[in-house]
């Protein structure tokens, strides 16, 4: 049970350290690193978060019963990060969307960040991380049946659950990145951006191809996605 609950802490993206936390409402740190976001990456944040975040709690109180929709916004204001954006669980429960200086810095347009920001609202309001912390549980109870059944050392069974439940966790980690991709070109369009120019931050990124168990879908897969979904609005 103690591997079990490792297992689920990694999935739930237990936060990070030296972050600055805005409750909502759109605020952004003021301070800036020498190799951080200009003042303008800073305004432009602070301006997309204004507009989609409302949206994106609009959109979880339709399409979610009971869930908490009060998304809080985090900051890593770290320069040694690198640009990245994440969506986890505050102890009480309470959906965070993070992003660190460097992604801030990054992306070339108000329609990428926005995009960014509602795939990851995304995650929260298809309930992505506890079905994937189901899978990571079931995938490891099953490695350690199968192991155990076959006469396995403690140490081969303890192995057979981290394997089943890395397993678990990646089956399907494609389908929801993608699902998180079609949701929040929804979100985006909504807030008033243009999801697929936002969608063309995959163009500038490394693909991560087609691989097996592997934790996101190649970037023109995800590119397609949008285009469809856009198309449709």
């Known amino acids: 049970m103690r591997i079990l609950s490792i297992l689920c802490a990694c999935v739930a993206l237990v936060g990070c350290d030296g972050v600055v936390v805005s409750d909502g409402g759109g605020t952004a740190p003021t301070s800036q690193s020498s190799s951080g976001p200009s003042r303008g990456s800073l305004q432009m944040f602070r301006a997309v978060v204004a507009r989609v975040e409302p949206v994106a709690e609009q959109v979880c109180r339709e399409r979610t019963r009971g ?9 890593v204001d770290d320069p040694r990060e690198p640009p990245n954006a994440y969506q986890r669980l505050d102890q009480s429960g309470r959906p965070v969307l993070g992003f660190t200086v460097a992604l801030i810095a990054d ?11 509602g795939h990851e609202a995304s995650h929260h309001i298809e309930g992505h991380i506890p079905q994937t912390q189901q899978r990571a549980i079931e995938g490891a109870l099953l490695g350690s049946v199968v192991a155990t059944v076959l006469g396995g050392s403690a140490e081969t069974v303890q192995t057979a659950q981290r394997i089943g439940g890395t397993v678990g966790a990646r089956r399907f980690a494609k389908e929801f990145e993608l699902e998180a991709d079609a949701l929040g070109t929804v979100i985006t369009k909504r807030a008033g951006f243009d999801p697929v120019r936002g969608a063309q931050y995959f163009s500038r990124i490394p693909d991560p191809g087609n691989q097996f168990l592997g934790t996101h879908p190649p970037n023109s897969q995800r590119i397609a996605t949008v285009r469809r979904v856009a198309a449709s609005l």
Do not use: T
């Open 107 to 117: 992306v070339q347009n108000a329609d990428e960040l926005a995009f960014v920001m």
């Open 67 to 75: 869930a908490n929709c009060n998304f809080k916004i985090e900051v």
